[in-house]
């Protein structure tokens, strides 16, 4: 088991967490896991306010209680993807949102504000809360 | 908002100085990670949504050119969306969107399937390693990417120049023709052409 510096790039923030890695496994403490997925591991499963969702895979803990990271994505149905870096004290993560999560949002219709950076670098949010009608353009060198 | 779906403010810096007419009351924002693409539901580019007053999302992202001239690729006349864009602002009138003809509200953004969303999610994983001069690593999960979600634009062609690969010659035909086999998905134009333009716009 190797201790690695874990970045996880969740869909609406990238955080950066102390985790052990394990073959093709990241394992998590429980305040790691909160901290990457918003979700806080508790004896009756993963909780956001009063919503808990069961962890039923045994794998999903070693025997030290750690969380298996990919399994703890699975039990909340989001897809996942992990590389190990070069110099293999560091990882990363993607941790996306399960496609009837993203539906929800679409047909609530109310506009997501999203934390992006400017041409100076400089943190910018899209859309701004200006009250006004606003055109989103998205474009692309490409 | 003008908000790029590029890798670096290197690569759009360029493409802002040299706007005709300049950017003067546009603000622009890099999106790397794609997460206002995913939260939007964008899957191609130049793609516009229209946000009211009260913060609700009144027109999902459509393809919008600026002008006709990619039009026999496109298919679709700029004045149409020009026209129907002039008549939200001045009128607060809403264009009628035409179905996607798949059941699916055409006036939200068309829910994605849960093999795009694990596409975006590779794809926002690969970016990053790319970013980060993990090139291998990075080639992995883009074709993962692509492999999931191949006519997801903001993926399958957004990730061309991280691999080296001609967004704009044959790599991009050979897209361009899977796309139009497939049925010229997610490119409702917004009707408008007939409505003529406010005189005061």
Known sequence: MTPVELTVLSTDETVTVGAL?????????????????????????????????????????????????????????????????????????????????RAAVYNDGTAPRVDLIDLDGNPITVPDHSRRKRLLLAWSSW | MAVALDDSLDVIRPWVEA?????????????????????????????????????????????????????????????????????????????ELPDRGDGTDANVARPPTAEEQTGRTERRLASWLHRNGQTEAAERHYARAVQLAPLD???????????????????????????????????QAVPGGDVPPSPDA
């Open chain 2, 153 to 187: 634009w903001t993926i399958s062609r957004g990730s061309m120049p991280a691999r080296g690969q001609d967004p704009f010659g044959n790599d991009f035909f050979d897209l361009y023709q899977e796309w139009e086999d497939a049925g010229r998905p997610d490119y």
């Open chain 2, 19 to 95: 706007a005709d007419p300049p950017l003067t009351s546009v603000r622009v924002a890099l999106d790397a990670d794609h997460r206002l693409a995913e939260a939007y539901g964008i899957t191609n580019v130049p793609a516009t949504v229209w946000i009211d007053e009260d913060d609700k999302v009144v027109k999902p992202p459509t393809i919008t050119p600026g002008n006709n001239m990619f039009q026999e690729f496109t298919k679709i006349d700029a004045e149409g969306h020009h026209a129907a864009l002039r008549r939200w602002v001045h009128e607060g009138v809403l264009p």
């Open chain 1, 21 to 101: 890695a394990e073959d093709d496994r990241l394992l998590l403490e429980a305040s790691a896991v909160h901290a990457v997925t918003g979700w806080e591991p508790k004896p009756e499963g993963l909780c956001r306010g009063d919503l808990c969702i069961p962890v039923r895979d045994p794998a999903a803990r070693d025997h030290e209680g750690r969380y298996d990271l990919a399994r703890v994505a699975a039990a909340l149905h989001r897809p996942y993807a992990a590389e190990r870096l070069d110099d293999e004290s560091r990882a990363v993560a993607a941790i996306g949102e399960a496609a009837h999560e």
